[in-house]
DNA sequence: TTCGTCATGTAATGGGTTACATGATTAC
DNA sequence: GTAATCATGTAACCCATTACATGACGAA
């Protein structure tokens, strides 16, 4: 047993720390952005899971009192850069590979796939395949429940629930369209150009 | 002060019960399949709230050992049916009624709205017009965040960004149109024969 | 000088899941 | 008879929010 119920905080943090070292309250608005539309936390959350890390290892610390900045700007607030240390990129590592069903659900496909870019190609497609079966079961139930409960119902609880499955299906589309894309660039990896503007070159992947 | 933070949980349930009398399992899958596409919950939820619920006197129980039923067989399995009491109603009404900028938010307004047939016209479209201002300011922050870090940022921490960002640009035309429609039907009610193929009887509350 | 925001934390509280525990009924 | 699902609950735990508490810096 022992299956770590890892809680994906602890895994962005990790992920974002391993980009680039950082304070807390950086972190903070970092984090808010990153899983914005997933999820947000606030300090009461975050703080304790800094020390949590810390006290495992996993993070070091760094304090500034910005003595040693030449800066006159900001002079000596205390602040704590944190950075990975080898145990934490290990962990970090060990997180990325991590495919399992448990990885499919919203949280845990959210953060997963904002570090996508440090994710092996094959354990993408993985998460990415999962991820849609996942809707796809989802929408079975929902679409099954729907045509039963259908004629019984208010329109307005009809209407919530007709939005919800088109937002699935929606994402469902969209997944269609990354998997397609990771497929090609697995295919054929001679070159992939970042341009990424807008519309559809998804091969910049 | 005394701020209810309610739980949408007895919420949904006082609403659900003002339908119709259930039982708790049956009463688990209605609340799965209305709340569904926002949240799901479990047993070790929904029983501790009925007993709180029931020790608040908000909702009564019944108990079927169905003796009555044809089936000499065994003293039936218990079921326990629980109805809303007039105090029940009475706070149901309360809550429905409630249009607080707490309502905009993701839960609360799933909730209120699944129960918008119950609600007075002038709350829906208070609530409506929340939601939609809520989404806006949320749409804005993002927009901005993503326009300071956008060249910073690799391909998919953008891509789930851009889908997050479309995702509530969707959700805002449904407002949209959902206003439109509320509108419509405030100004004459006679009848607000429209388009929007099946959604469109909302005459009919 | 006052206000906003940077910056770090703690304590109380709440809401929820998981796993556990039990047993009846139905369909195969 | 056996598996699925109906049906009800409890206890341990986890994660997160809220409110509280502190303080320095930069700009108006």
Redesign the pocket.
């Known amino acids: 047993m022992g299956r770590n119920?890892?809680?994906?905080?602890e895994f962005a943090v990790l992920g974002l720390l391993h980009r680039t070292p950082m304070?807390?309250?950086?972190l903070s608005k970092q984090l808010n952005l990153l899983l914005g539309t997933f999820?947000?936390?606030?300090?009461?959350?975050l703080?304790?899971?800094?020390?949590k890390l810390y006290s495992e290892g996993l993070i070091a610390r760094e304090d500034y009192n910005a003595q040693a900045s030449a800066r006159p700007?900001?002079?000596?607030?205390?602040?704590?850069v944190y950075r990975l240390t080898a145990e934490g990129k290990e962990r970090l590592q060990d997180l990325l590979v991590e495919s399992g069903p448990g990885e499919w659900e919203d949280d845990e496909f959210g953060v997963h796939f904002a570090f996508f870019g440090q994710t092996r190609a094959d354990i993408r497609l993985r998460i990415l395949e999962g991820r849609r079966s996942r809707l796809e079961d989802r929408l079975e139930g929902v679409r099954a429940a729907l045509a039963r409960t259908a004629e019984r119902v208010d329109s307005y609880t009809l209407e919530l629930q007709r939005h919800g499955l088109e937002s699935v299906e929606r994402e469902v589309r969209w997944l269609n369209e990354l998997i397609a894309s990771e497929r090609r660039f697995q295919a054929g990896p001679q070159m992939a150009e970042s341009h990424t503007d807008r519309g559809s070159e998804k091969e910049s992947f």
Chains 1, 2 share one sequence.
């Open positions: 119920r890892t809680g994906m905080l304070h807390g309250y950086e999820r947000a936390l606030s300090y009461g959350t703080y304790p899971c800094l020390n700007g900001r002079a000596g607030r205390s602040k704590i």
